[in-house]
């Protein structure tokens, strides 16, 4: 089981995300992104958070469960907050 892929993602205020045909668009102040999702997971929208469960128990689908997780909350954070990267010289 995917500990990473059970949280529920927090969709922010201000953040808009469309679940459809296979694909999440997430849009915000920030920008619009979008993914296309693998029909091993299912993506849903469930009281203004993102849930994300294995579509069956196959191996492909349990690996990437907690992938996909990662990926979508990197596109609601990405559109919310922004992109920073901290160089150390």
């Known amino acids: ?12 205020a201000g953040v808009n995300v469309n679940i ?3 694909q999440v668009e997430v ?14 997971v299912n993506v ?13 128990d196959s191996k492909v689908a349990r690996a990437l ?5 990662r990926r979508v909350k990197n596109l609601v954070n990405d559109v919310a907050n922004g992109v920073t990267v901290n160089l150390d010289l």
């Open 1 to 12: 089981m995917s500990r990473v892929g059970k949280n529920p993602i927090i969709v922010p």
């Open 44 to 56: 849903e929208m469930v009281d203004g958070q993102i849930v994300v469960k294995p579509a069956n």
């Open 65 to 69: 469960w907690g992938t996909t997780q």
């Open 27 to 40: 849009a915000g102040k920030l920008g619009k992104l979008s993914m296309q999702l693998s029909d091993a």
């Open 20 to 22: 459809s045909n296979g």
